[in-house]
T-cell receptor, first 112, second 117 residues
Framework: GNSVTQMEGPVTLSEEAFLTINCTYT??????LFWYVQYPGEGLQLLLK?????DKGSNKGFEATYRKETTSFHLEKGSVQVSDSAVYFC???????????FGTGTRLQVFP | KAGVTQTPRYLIKTRGQQVTLSCSPI?????VSWYQQTPGQGLQFLFE???????NKGNFPGRFSGRQFSNSRSEMNVSTLELGDSALYLC????????????????FGEGSRLTVL
């Protein structure tokens, strides 16, 4: 079946530190991969996506590369800001569906 | 362009009651899906609708039902509420069409927070 595993949180960093949040997946076929972010009291927002192997999604300084050989989609940012504090969800969607399968979420806390 | 609108934002019910939640997708979006978010189970898929037809359903009991109207607005209903139904219910819409295509981006509403006492 399809599943997503992401690292447990919380991840606590100082401002300008480097961020990595690990995500691995299990899927049949060739799913699309996503990172969504949820700020306190808000719904989910798409952060970035990749639809095929070796694609790199990027947005707001965040990046993730679709690695089929390692079934991974790790999220990285070179220099985090306090405003990046949120919960980050890795997700996959099988082809031809909007049925997202989410990881458990990783809370990021960035301190000045 | 208005985003996905969910109503009500907050509601409190008691066990045994039923609840109906509403979702208005982004104008032009015909695909609507619903998710349940709880601290224990995380985000779980409930249903996906396109052009008034349910295309996918998650692993939830029959107490959870939904529908989509001709204007793409969607409702979900939970009957005989249980304490464990307390959750944030999120609706999302996308511009994905009915045929084979790469998965589109989902736009989420802010959710309806249901508390069951």
């Amino acid at each position: 079946g399809n599943s997503v595993t992401q690292m447990e949180g919380p991840v606590t960093l100082s401002e300008e530190a480097f961020l990595t949040i690990n995500c691995t997946y299990t899927a049949t076929g060739y799913p699309s991969l996503f990172w969504y972010v949820q700020y306190p009291g808000e719904g989910l927002q798409l952060l970035l996506k990749a639809t095929k192997a070796d694609d790199k999604g990027s947005n707001k300084g965040f990046e993730a590369t679709y690695r089929k050989e390692t079934t991974s989609f790790h999220l990285e940012k070179g220099s985090v800001q306090v405003s990046d504090s949120a919960v980050y969800f890795c997700a996959l969607a099988p082809r031809d569906t909007d049925k997202l399968i989410f990881g458990t979420g990783t809370r990021l806390q960035v301190f000045p | 362009k208005a985003g996905v609108t969910q109503t009500p934002r907050y509601l409190i019910k008691t066990r045994g009651q039923q609840v109906t939640l509403s979702c208005s997708p982004i104008s032009g979006h015909r695909s609507v899906s619903w998710y349940q978010q709880t601290p224990g189970q995380g985000l779980q898929f409930l249903f996906e609708y396109f052009s008034e037809t349910q295309r996918n359903k998650g692993n939830f009991p029959g107490r959870f039902s939904g529908r989509q109207f001709s204007n793409s607005r969607s409702e979900m209903n939970v009957s005989t509420l249980e304490l464990g139904d307390s959750a944030l219910y999120l609706c999302a819409s996308s511009s994905r069409q009915g045929g084979p295509a790469n998965t589109g981006e989902l736009f989420f509403g802010e959710g309806s927070r249901l508390t069951v006492l």
